[in-house]
């Protein structure tokens, strides 16, 4: 069961980036975007990155279980990290962004895994298939290097080619004071949820 478990959250999550990926291809061709542009942006997205990673994470316990580059997303803490990373993309979406897209046909479908089923496949990973241990509060802290290198990344790229991936980082708009206060609310976010996580994780190891 563990296994399987793993199987289809790789292949959830492989198909549905590589997917999103090829489609918003065929739109950049469409609105004059070069491939190599559009395939930069596509990577911009946290979206993105987070799947990714939960992906790998699938990986290191399935298909690619010998693998020695993969040994590292075995680790409970780095599936716990994953984890809150996942939930906190399903979460910003539906609340910030799911109201301003509406795709259609297979981009709906790649859509409804990156935002909504992945996340809660890798909600059941983690509880059916990550080891159970105990994991100290400081890991809440440590896990949102991964958010702060994405917003620093998403600022200086913006500030390079003029585009951010989200509304709520876009500082042409809406100013520096205004993207910083949103950026920590949401940091903030990601370490309540992890330490959530890591409270859940404790009684799961207290309990086996």
Request: proline content about 4%.
């Amino acid at each position: 069961m563990k296994k399987s478990i793993s199987q289809i959250g790789f292949i959830a999550g492989a198909f549905s980036v590589i997917c999103q990926w090829i489609l918003s291809l065929e739109k950049a061709q469409g609105n004059g975007i070069s491939l190599i542009d559009q395939s930069v942006r596509y990577f911009s997205y946290m979206t993105v990155w987070t799947n990714i990673f939960i992906t790998l994470c699938f990986a290191s316990v399935s298909f690619f279980s010998e693998s020695p580059r993969l040994q590292y997303f075995k680790r409970t803490s780095v599936q716990t990290g994953a984890l809150v990373y996942i939930l906190i993309v399903g979460v910003a979406y539906h609340f910030l962004l799911a109201s301003t897209f509406h795709p259609t046909g297979l981009e709906w479908f790649a859509n409804l895994l990156l935002h909504y089923i992945n996340p809660v496949l890798f909600l059941i990973f983690w509880f059916v298939v990550s080891e159970k241990v105990t994991l100290p509060y400081p890991y809440a802290f440590k896990w949102m290097i991964f958010p702060v290198i994405y917003f620093f990344y998403s600022l200086i790229r913006g500030f390079v080619t003029d585009w951010y991936p989200y509304f709520f980082v876009d500082v042409t708009k809406l100013g520096y004071p205004q993207v910083l206060l949103t950026s920590l609310i949401l940091l903030a976010g990601y370490m309540l949820v992890g330490a959530l996580v890591i409270f859940i994780g404790q009684k799961r190891a207290t309990a086996k």
